[in-house]
């Protein structure tokens, strides 16, 4: 499949930040606009040139993670499944709250690339205010993964506290 110009740009930043030492990209475009393969490009292009050994996706569902970890997979060329061999995992937030550390483990021990599918669901800038899939992310993901893209297409949250991540 081939890009269209909006994802090559957004493809092009994201690597460019990340290579300059920035450690998180906010992706924001309308719903069905590409955003899954977008992510997947970034994803190999990273692992292509060895700066990640895995990437991990979080997603609001299973059916999301589901069709998230298909297209990551086509792309990449990689299981995601978590199992032995595998180049990462995709899961759901919900999951986030019954890792342990021997996976949270992994985003210091490996070059990690951590995707977030519809961020605007996990809350937070601080612990004080995030909502329990913020929490992790702030307690486990940020300062830990090499880099981290979240993407969506709604960049607010009606109870007015910032999308985790984006402040």
Request: hydrophobic fraction near 40%; charge should be positive.
């Amino acid at each position: 499949m081939k890009l269209r110009r909006w994802q090559r740009e957004a493809v092009s930043r994201c690597l460019s930040r990340h290579r300059n030492g920035q450690a998180h990209f906010l992706c924001l475009a309308t719903p069905g606009a590409g955003k899954t393969f977008m992510a997947s490009t970034v994803a190999k292009k990273l692992l292509n040139s060895g700066e990640i050994d895995l990437v991990f996706c979080f997603s609001p569902s299973i059916n999301v993670s589901s069709s998230f970890q298909a297209t990551l997979e086509g792309v990449l060329g990689y299981r995601l499944d978590g199992l032995l061999g595998a180049k990462g995992h995709v899961l759901t937030y919900q999951s986030m709250l019954n890792l342990d550390q021997t996976f949270w483990s992994l985003l210091t021990s490996h070059r990690t690339l951590v995707i977030f599918d519809e961020i605007h669901h996990c809350a937070g800038d601080h612990l004080g205010n995030a909502n329990a899939w913020g929490q992790k992310i702030i307690q486990h993901i940020q300062g830990n993964a090499t880099y981290s893209l979240a993407l969506t297409g709604t960049p607010w949250r009606s109870d007015r506290i910032p999308i985790a991540l984006t402040s």
